[in-house]
T-cell receptor, first 115, second 111 residues
Framework: DTEVTQTPKHLVMGMTNKKSLKCEQH?????MYWYKQKAKKPPELMFV???????INESVPSRFSPECPNSSLLNLHLHALQPEDSALYLCASSLTSGSPSYEQYFGPGTRLTVT | QKEVEQNSGPLSVPEGAIASLNCTYS??????FFWYRQYSGKSPELIMS????GDKEDGRFTAQLNKASQYVSLLIRDSQPSDSATYLC???????????FGTGTRLTIIP
């Protein structure tokens, strides 16, 4: 089973709101990723967690705050977002981040609209 | 700057024919290569991975890798309308947590 789940599927939030996106996998993967994808563009990496530690932050604005409570869960906390942050937010996981076989499996995504 | 290039398409192929999707990459140190299929409004789905030169077959899909030419391709045999999607090529290096994605090729299978 290569299932990554994400909640919610859709989220509409105002620029002053605080919300969180959640991601979960039960494949025993030790690397988890957040991507942002705009229409007709490839996924754009935001953060990588490896063994529950943040290993990559792609210079993402501080209004996005990731958290990895345990090896199965990944959260993305959102605060004071801008309309241009509206996008599909994708979570992915892979067995590890340092192996030659790091196939990444994506969740269904959260469609975020900032009003 | 590591680059992965794909023809954006659209690529139109008759039903039942072979669809050929191509990808070139700039970093000679690349060691892992992936093809993802993405339907409109959905998330990317991993369909093939390849690490060694040559062909790798899985059902109707064949991935081909030529590291000397820095070229990876995906062949879809007996194309079906359900194969209509955007296909993303992704490239990674050993021990590097990041994948570099191409911009994707939009494939349309014509019934």
């Amino acid at each position: 089973d290569t299932e990554v789940t994400q909640t919610p599927k859709h989220l509409v939030m105002g620029m002053t709101n605080k919300k969180s996106l959640k991601c979960e996998q039960h494949m025993g993967h030790r690397a988890m990723y957040w991507y942002k994808q705009k229409a007709k563009k490839p996924p754009e990496l935001m953060f990588v967690y490896s063994y529950e530690k943040l290993s990559i932050n792609e210079s993402v604005p501080s209004r996005f705050s990731p958290e990895c409570p345990n090896s199965s869960l990944l959260n993305l906390h959102l605060h004071a977002l801008q309309p241009e942050d509206s996008a599909l937010y994708l979570c992915a996981s892979s067995l590890t981040s340092g192996s030659p076989s790091y196939e990444q499996y994506f969740g269904p995504g959260t469609r975020l609209t900032v009003t | 700057q590591k680059e992965v290039e794909q023809n954006s398409g659209p690529l139109s192929v008759p039903e039942g024919a072979i669809a050929s999707l191509n990808c070139t990459y700039s970093d000679r140190g690349s060691q892992s290569f992936f093809w993802y299929r993405q339907y409109s409004g959905k998330s990317p789905e991993l369909i093939m991975s390849i690490y060694s030169n040559g062909d790798k077959e899985d059902g109707r899909f064949t991935a081909q890798l030529n590291k000397a030419s820095q070229y990876v391709s995906l062949l879809i045999r007996d194309s079906q309308p359900s194969d209509s999607a955007t296909y993303l090529c992704a490239v990674g290096n050993f021990g590097n947590e990041k994948l570099t994605f191409g911009t994707g090729t939009r494939l349309t299978i014509i019934p």
